[in-house]
């Protein structure tokens, strides 16, 4: 027992890289090496959809990856990823555009080098705009409008923040997108202040003399870290009809002071199965945790979905009625525990370590996975009971998606 809680405990405190600049570039450079065969970088942006200047321009930029620039054709940098048998992928938030390579380790030089090309080089040609780029934009906001949870998420930012983190992630049919607001954003957001790198299976100072060797014949420009407007918290309720899958309400709040404590609330209202394969019916409605960190402010809540509108019903009225009621000493302690194993989790693959460290480059520096253990271990009933009286005394953030005429209203399910 002993030499797995220091296991433990030694594979959670290289969790974390320390942050380093690179040389020459001057490009905050972090990385973990723990000894796996393959390796992975992410160039990580400050080009989410809160800084885009139009709705839709960083979902087109995302598209944009892995095109034409100055040193390969699109069809080069796909044959040559292939044969090293790389996997090339781009991602988009609200805050952060990410463009990453996976690969065998010995490999990292050519695809930084093709990363950094994106990023200086790009050629933004018009005809792969026209015949490649938007029409992936299209299906992907498609995609999203006909999925009911993806849409309650988009109505619920836009009510809890209206601008910023509040517009919306996906480009729209009734918003085109112009080549030029593209290649503009792109030109303010591809500096040096705005970008880092984070890699996984190899050594911090290793990747940052190879961003500095692909950085030297194509400089990124310098110049101040992109801005957005402070956050700040609405909320309110919209009805939106739809008969595209479950019937579906997202019951959310949200506050511009980060506090551990509201992990430890949607942990305990909204819990995962301890079995993954339980013996208990499936109950006739989901109840899904949505729990959604920014850098100066955070969505909480939960989404309900059933296959009718009663269902939906009685389990949200479940949910309000539990995040009102005193938790117990147990109970709170069964909620830090998930919470706990929650945040050590999402740092074990790939996706959770770059949004982790991400976020230490850009917004936290003093961040790290034991940190945030010990802030949730310090969680009273007095701390949760304080924070549910501030979060209710604030306008709810309410969405329902489905068939509007039996839905709840908010006032119905206790809100």
Same mark, same amino acid.
């Given at each position: 027992?002993?030499?797995?809680?220091?296991?433990?405990?030694?594979?959670?405190?290289?969790?974390?890289?320390?942050?380093?600049?690179?040389?020459?570039?001057?490009?905050?450079?972090?990385?973990?090496?723990?000894?796996? $065969?393959?390796?992975?970088?992410?160039?990580?942006?400050? #080009?989410?959809?809160?800084?885009?200047?139009? $709705?839709?321009?960083?979902?087109?930029?995302?598209?944009?990856?892995?095109?034409?620039?100055?040193?390969?054709?699109?069809?080069?940098?796909?044959?040559?990823?292939?044969?090293?048998?790389?996997?090339?992928?781009?991602?988009?938030?609200?805050?952060?555009? #990410?463009?990453?390579?996976?690969?065998?380790?010995?490999?990292?030089?050519?695809?930084?080098?093709?990363?950094?090309?994106?990023?200086?080089?790009?050629?933004?040609?018009?005809?792969?705009?026209?015949?490649y780029v938007l029409p992936v934009v299209r299906?992907? #906001? %498609?995609?999203?409008?006909?999925?009911?949870?993806?849409?309650?998420?988009?109505?619920?930012?836009?009510?809890?923040?209206? %601008?910023?983190?509040? #517009?919306?992630?996906?480009?729209?049919?009734?918003?085109?997108?112009?080549?030029?607001?593209?290649?503009?954003?792109a030109k303010e957001a591809f500096t040096s202040g705005n970008v880092a790198v984070v890699g996984t299976g190899i050594d911090s100072a290793r990747l940052a003399a190879l961003v500095d060797k692909a950085l030297a014949d194509a400089a990124l420009p310098t110049s101040s870290p992109i801005t957005a407007a402070p956050s700040k918290y609405f909320g309110g309720s919209t009805r939106i009809d739809s008969h595209e899958g479950p019937q579906t309400v997202f019951i959310g709040f949200g506050t511009t002071?980060?506090?551990?404590?509201?992990?430890?609330?949607?942990?305990?209202?909204?819990? %995962?199965?301890?079995?993954?394969?339980?013996?208990?019916?499936?109950?006739?409605?989901?109840v899904t945790p949505v729990h959604l960190p920014y850098s100066d402010a955070v969505l909480t809540g939960v989404l309900v979905q059933g296959a009718d509108a009663k269902s939906v019903t009685e389990a949200a009225k479940a949910v309000v009625a539990k995040m009102k009621?005193?938790?117990?000493?147990?109970?709170?302690?069964?909620?830090?525990?998930?919470?706990?194993?929650g945040a050590a989790a999402a740092v074990e693959g790939r996706e959770g370590l770059v949004e982790a460290i991400g976020g230490k480059i850009f917004a936290n520096p003093d961040a790290s996975i034991e940190s945030t253990l010990t802030a949730l271990d310090k969680v009273d009933a007095a701390a949760v009971s304080k924070t549910v009286s501030q979060l209710t005394a604030a306008s709810p953030t309410f969405v329902v998606v489905g068939d509007v005429k039996t839905l709840p209203y908010s006032d119905e399910i206790g809100l």
């Amino acid at each position: 027992m002993l030499a797995t809680r220091a296991s433990t405990a030694k594979r959670l405190a290289r969790s974390f890289a320390t942050v380093v600049d690179s040389k020459a570039s001057g490009i905050k450079v972090a990385a973990i090496d723990n000894g796996q $065969p393959t390796a992975a970088v992410t160039f990580l942006v400050k #080009a989410g959809s809160r800084y885009e200047p139009g $709705p839709g321009v960083a979902h087109a930029l995302k598209n944009f990856a892995f095109k034409s620039t100055a040193k390969r054709s699109t069809l080069g940098t796909v044959r040559e990823s292939d044969l090293y048998g790389g996997v090339l992928s781009t991602s988009l938030s609200r805050e952060y555009l #990410a463009f990453t390579s996976e690969f065998l380790r010995g490999d990292e030089s050519f695809f930084t080098s093709v990363l950094t090309s994106i990023l200086t080089t790009s050629k933004f040609l018009p005809h792969e705009y026209t015949e490649y780029v938007l029409p992936v934009v299209r299906d992907e #906001a %498609t995609a999203a409008s006909q999925s009911p949870s993806t849409v309650a998420i988009e109505a619920a930012h836009a009510l809890a923040f209206r %601008t910023g983190l509040g #517009a919306p992630l996906l480009a729209s049919p009734h918003s085109p997108v112009s080549l030029e607001s593209v290649k503009s954003f792109a030109k303010e957001a591809f500096t040096s202040g705005n970008v880092a790198v984070v890699g996984t299976g190899i050594d911090s100072a290793r990747l940052a003399a190879l961003v500095d060797k692909a950085l030297a014949d194509a400089a990124l420009p310098t110049s101040s870290p992109i801005t957005a407007a402070p956050s700040k918290y609405f909320g309110g309720s919209t009805r939106i009809d739809s008969h595209e899958g479950p019937q579906t309400v997202f019951i959310g709040f949200g506050t511009t002071t980060a506090s551990p404590v509201l992990s430890v609330l949607n942990a305990h209202i909204a819990p %995962t199965q301890s079995l993954k394969w339980p013996s208990a019916p499936r109950q006739p409605a989901t109840v899904t945790p949505v729990h959604l960190p920014y850098s100066d402010a955070v969505l909480t809540g939960v989404l309900v979905q059933g296959a009718d509108a009663k269902s939906v019903t009685e389990a949200a009225k479940a949910v309000v009625a539990k995040m009102k009621k005193p938790l117990s000493a147990d109970e709170l302690k069964i909620a830090v525990a998930r919470a706990k194993f929650g945040a050590a989790a999402a740092v074990e693959g790939r996706e959770g370590l770059v949004e982790a460290i991400g976020g230490k480059i850009f917004a936290n520096p003093d961040a790290s996975i034991e940190s945030t253990l010990t802030a949730l271990d310090k969680v009273d009933a007095a701390a949760v009971s304080k924070t549910v009286s501030q979060l209710t005394a604030a306008s709810p953030t309410f969405v329902v998606v489905g068939d509007v005429k039996t839905l709840p209203y908010s006032d119905e399910i206790g809100l």
